[in-house]
């Protein structure tokens, strides 16, 4: 019936939304580098689409975390593949170091300061490279004439957590101890390349 007809728009818009940001995701890699020998953990939404583009994209061990076993098996069955290892948080994505970490945006579905703590804890794992996108604060001005949980689009009515930009550079470069090397904005949300500080010595 029409409710049958409203899911399948649903997880057609889903599925599109997902094969996106892969190439989002995908768009701000070196593939000589990320690509080449490399262990990648991708924080899962449940698709698998974005660990099977990588998977398949060079010489990379993948695992895939998803924030429930429920979603984990279901990107296992959609995207089987053999360097793939689909498994769930327990508590956190990773106790594991990783070279290069990935995001579908998930961090954002969680309260802000538990998502805050979700990049920190990342950030500790991450060897070189971390990639995300998260959603931006919109203008005070659109703000007034739209509710902010209110158009979120893709992810179905969520109240996503936002961020302002100052406050994620912050986050990411003084609490993460990363630095953005590359960053665009879209949709009202930022994707954003965070790379490993390398330590200058002092000069004497």
Known sequence: GQA?????EAAAIFRDNSLALADR????????RDLHETRVLVLENGTGYLARKLAESGEVDVVSAAP???????ANRLNPYPNIIYRSFNPYPTTENFDLIVGTGIIACYPKDTAQLLLQSL?????RKLITELPLYRPWLRRIFHREN??????????????KRAELFDLIENSCGLLISEHRTQGGKMIFKAIRKVHQQTLN
Request: net charge negative.
């Open 68 to 74: 429930t076993e429920q979603m984990a098996e279901m």
């Open 150 to 163: 209110v158009s979120v689009g893709s992810e179905g009515g969520l109240d996503l957590s936002r961020f």
């Open 25 to 32: 995701m995908i768009s701000l890699l070196d593939p000589l």
């Open 4 to 8: 049958g007809k409203k899911e399948q």
């Open 123 to 127: 950030a500790a794992f991450c060897r």
